[in-house]
Protein backbone atom coordinates (compact mmCIF):
# COMPACT_ATOMS: atom_id res chain seq x y z
CA UNK A 1 0.00 0.00 0.00
CA UNK A 2 2.74 2.22 0.79
CA UNK A 3 4.65 1.70 -2.57
CA UNK A 4 1.58 4.36 -3.76
CA UNK A 5 1.91 7.15 -1.16
CA UNK A 6 2.39 10.54 -2.11
CA UNK A 7 3.56 13.68 0.50
CA UNK A 8 2.85 16.84 -1.17
CA UNK A 9 1.71 20.30 0.20
CA UNK A 10 -1.54 20.94 1.57
CA UNK A 11 -3.79 22.97 -1.52
CA UNK A 12 -6.93 25.20 -0.20
CA UNK A 13 -9.34 22.52 -1.83
CA UNK A 14 -7.59 19.95 0.79
CA UNK A 15 -9.30 22.00 3.86
CA UNK A 16 -12.28 19.43 3.96
CA UNK A 17 -10.41 16.21 3.61
CA UNK A 18 -8.15 17.16 6.50
CA UNK A 19 -10.97 18.49 8.61
CA UNK A 20 -12.43 14.84 8.47
CA UNK A 21 -9.57 13.00 9.03
CA UNK A 22 -9.06 15.23 12.22
CA UNK A 23 -12.57 14.63 13.80
CA UNK A 24 -12.12 10.59 12.82
CA UNK A 25 -8.62 10.63 14.01
CA UNK A 26 -9.64 12.04 17.66
CA UNK A 27 -12.81 9.94 17.40
CA UNK A 28 -12.16 6.54 16.15
CA UNK A 29 -8.13 6.30 16.76
CA UNK A 30 -7.49 7.94 19.65
CA UNK A 31 -9.95 6.07 21.81
CA UNK A 32 -7.58 3.83 22.31
CA UNK A 33 -5.55 5.94 24.68
CA UNK A 34 -8.97 8.82 25.63
CA UNK A 35 -12.04 8.95 27.27
CA UNK A 36 -15.09 9.65 25.03
CA UNK A 37 -15.01 13.07 27.37
CA UNK A 38 -11.65 13.68 26.85
CA UNK A 39 -11.98 13.20 22.74
CA UNK A 40 -15.50 15.22 23.07
CA UNK A 41 -13.30 18.35 24.46
CA UNK A 42 -10.87 17.51 21.82
CA UNK A 43 -12.97 18.02 18.73
CA UNK A 44 -16.22 19.09 19.36
CA UNK A 45 -19.48 17.98 17.48
CA UNK A 46 -19.23 21.28 15.77
CA UNK A 47 -20.86 21.59 11.92
CA UNK A 48 -18.44 21.73 9.37
CA UNK A 49 -19.72 24.83 7.95
CA UNK A 50 -19.12 26.54 11.67
CA UNK A 51 -15.60 25.27 11.29
CA UNK A 52 -14.08 24.81 7.85
CA UNK A 53 -13.36 28.64 7.47
CA UNK A 54 -11.65 28.86 10.35
CA UNK A 55 -9.79 25.70 9.68
CA UNK A 56 -8.22 26.27 6.82
CA UNK A 57 -7.07 29.42 7.54
CA UNK A 58 -5.49 28.02 10.26
CA UNK A 59 -3.92 24.65 7.93
CA UNK A 60 -2.69 27.89 5.35
CA UNK A 61 -1.06 30.07 8.29
CA UNK A 62 1.86 27.12 8.78
CA UNK A 63 3.70 25.10 6.29
CA UNK A 64 1.22 21.82 6.13
CA UNK A 65 1.64 18.40 3.64
CA UNK A 66 -0.62 16.13 3.04
CA UNK A 67 -0.37 12.12 2.54
CA UNK A 68 -2.19 10.60 -0.54
CA UNK A 69 -2.95 7.20 -1.30
CA UNK A 70 -4.95 6.57 -4.81
CA UNK A 71 -5.88 10.58 -4.99
CA UNK A 72 -7.54 10.48 -1.26
CA UNK A 73 -5.81 12.13 1.61
CA UNK A 74 -5.31 10.33 4.17
CA UNK A 75 -3.46 12.48 6.37
CA UNK A 76 -1.52 15.40 7.27
CA UNK A 77 0.90 17.28 9.39
CA UNK A 78 2.48 20.87 9.87
CA UNK A 79 5.56 22.70 10.55
CA UNK A 80 5.66 26.25 11.75
CA UNK A 81 9.36 26.73 10.01
CA UNK A 82 9.84 29.71 12.13
CA UNK A 83 9.51 28.02 15.55
CA UNK A 84 9.89 24.40 14.71
CA UNK A 85 6.70 23.30 16.62
CA UNK A 86 4.84 20.54 14.61
CA UNK A 87 1.07 21.48 15.79
CA UNK A 88 -0.67 18.26 13.85
CA UNK A 89 -0.53 14.78 12.67
CA UNK A 90 -3.34 12.85 12.16
CA UNK A 91 -4.05 10.24 9.84
CA UNK A 92 -7.37 8.44 8.82
CA UNK A 93 -7.93 5.19 10.82
CA UNK A 94 -8.65 3.51 7.64
CA UNK A 95 -4.65 4.09 6.97
CA UNK A 96 -3.51 3.76 10.32
CA UNK A 97 -0.86 1.64 10.80
CA UNK A 98 0.63 1.12 7.44
CA UNK A 99 3.96 3.84 8.25
CA UNK A 100 1.86 7.20 7.02
CA UNK A 101 2.55 8.97 9.83
CA UNK A 102 5.94 7.42 9.85
CA UNK A 103 6.24 9.50 6.15
CA UNK A 104 4.72 12.57 7.42
CA UNK A 105 7.53 13.02 10.30
CA UNK A 106 10.15 12.02 7.90
CA UNK A 107 8.51 15.00 5.68
CA UNK A 108 8.70 17.37 8.65
CA UNK A 109 12.42 16.31 9.54
CA UNK A 110 13.32 16.41 5.99
CA UNK A 111 11.62 20.21 5.38
CA UNK A 112 13.05 21.43 9.26
CA UNK A 113 17.18 20.10 8.05
CA UNK A 114 16.44 22.02 5.36
CA UNK A 115 15.58 25.47 6.56
CA UNK A 116 18.42 25.01 9.11
CA UNK A 117 16.28 24.63 11.82
CA UNK A 118 18.00 23.87 15.47
CA UNK A 119 15.20 21.22 16.55
CA UNK A 120 11.28 20.41 16.17
CA UNK A 121 8.89 20.20 19.29
CA UNK A 122 5.47 18.92 19.65
CA UNK A 123 3.14 18.30 22.02
CA UNK A 124 2.21 14.45 21.38
CA UNK A 125 -0.43 12.66 22.58
CA UNK A 126 -0.39 9.54 23.68
CA UNK A 127 -0.93 7.62 20.49
CA UNK A 128 1.26 9.48 18.91
CA UNK A 129 4.01 9.33 21.29
CA UNK A 130 5.49 6.10 20.22
CA UNK A 131 5.73 7.13 16.66
CA UNK A 132 7.68 10.26 17.46
CA UNK A 133 9.80 8.11 19.87
CA UNK A 134 10.69 6.08 16.83
CA UNK A 135 12.02 8.94 14.83
CA UNK A 136 14.39 10.00 17.58
CA UNK A 137 11.77 12.71 19.57
CA UNK A 138 12.15 12.42 23.45
CA UNK A 139 10.15 13.44 25.75
CA UNK A 140 10.91 16.47 27.66
CA UNK A 141 7.98 16.66 29.79
CA UNK A 142 4.50 15.02 30.63
CA UNK A 143 1.57 17.74 30.95
CA UNK A 144 -2.36 17.83 30.74
CA UNK A 145 -3.58 20.53 29.07
CA UNK A 146 -7.19 21.92 29.38
CA UNK A 147 -9.82 21.69 26.52
CA UNK A 148 -13.31 22.91 27.25
CA UNK A 149 -12.82 22.58 31.10
CA UNK A 150 -11.29 18.93 30.58
CA UNK A 151 -8.06 17.88 31.22
CA UNK A 152 -6.09 16.14 28.07
CA UNK A 153 -2.53 14.07 28.89
CA UNK A 154 0.01 14.48 26.63
CA UNK A 155 3.95 15.05 26.67
CA UNK A 156 6.05 17.81 25.01
CA UNK A 157 8.51 16.12 23.17
CA UNK A 158 11.42 17.34 21.01
CA UNK A 159 13.76 16.42 18.12
CA UNK A 160 17.13 17.91 18.44
CA UNK A 161 18.98 18.16 15.05
CA UNK A 162 22.40 18.27 13.83
CA UNK A 163 23.97 21.21 12.98
C1 LIG B 1 -0.59 9.07 15.68
C2 LIG B 1 -0.97 8.78 14.23
C3 LIG B 1 -0.83 10.03 13.39
C4 LIG B 1 -0.02 7.71 13.69
O1 LIG B 1 -0.33 7.46 12.31
P1 LIG B 1 0.01 6.05 11.64
O2 LIG B 1 -0.07 6.23 10.17
O3 LIG B 1 -0.80 4.98 12.27
O4 LIG B 1 1.55 5.92 12.06
P2 LIG B 1 2.60 4.76 11.76
O5 LIG B 1 1.96 3.69 10.92
O6 LIG B 1 3.84 5.39 11.26
O7 LIG B 1 2.89 4.22 13.24
C5 LIG B 1 1.95 3.38 13.86
C6 LIG B 1 2.06 3.51 15.37
O8 LIG B 1 1.14 4.51 15.86
C7 LIG B 1 0.52 4.08 17.08
N1 LIG B 1 -0.88 3.78 16.75
C8 LIG B 1 -1.50 4.00 15.56
N2 LIG B 1 -2.79 3.60 15.63
C9 LIG B 1 -2.98 3.13 16.87
C10 LIG B 1 -4.10 2.57 17.54
N3 LIG B 1 -5.28 2.40 16.91
N4 LIG B 1 -3.96 2.17 18.81
C11 LIG B 1 -2.78 2.30 19.43
N5 LIG B 1 -1.67 2.83 18.87
C12 LIG B 1 -1.78 3.24 17.59
C13 LIG B 1 1.27 2.80 17.45
O9 LIG B 1 2.41 3.16 18.20
C14 LIG B 1 1.66 2.26 16.08
O10 LIG B 1 2.74 1.37 16.13
P3 LIG B 1 2.42 -0.22 16.11
O11 LIG B 1 1.44 -0.44 14.99
O12 LIG B 1 3.77 -0.85 15.88
O13 LIG B 1 1.83 -0.51 17.46
C15 LIG B 1 -2.43 8.25 14.13
O14 LIG B 1 -2.53 7.09 14.94
C16 LIG B 1 -3.49 9.23 14.58
O15 LIG B 1 -3.96 10.04 13.79
N6 LIG B 1 -3.89 9.14 15.88
C17 LIG B 1 -4.99 9.88 16.43
C18 LIG B 1 -4.73 11.38 16.50
C19 LIG B 1 -3.49 11.73 17.27
O16 LIG B 1 -3.29 11.30 18.40
N7 LIG B 1 -2.65 12.56 16.62
C20 LIG B 1 -1.43 13.03 17.19
C21 LIG B 1 -1.61 14.39 17.80
S1 LIG B 1 -0.03 14.98 18.39
Redesign the pocket.
Known amino acids: MLDDLLIRPYRDTDARATRAIFER??RV??A??YTAEQRTAWVPDDPLAVVLDDWAARRAAVTTWVAVIDDSVV?FTDLDVETGYLD????D?D????????ALIRQVLDQARSVELREVT????R??Q??FERHGFVVVREQRVERRGVLIE?AVMRMVLDA
Open positions: AVTAAHGMLFVPAGRRGVGSVQASTAPVN
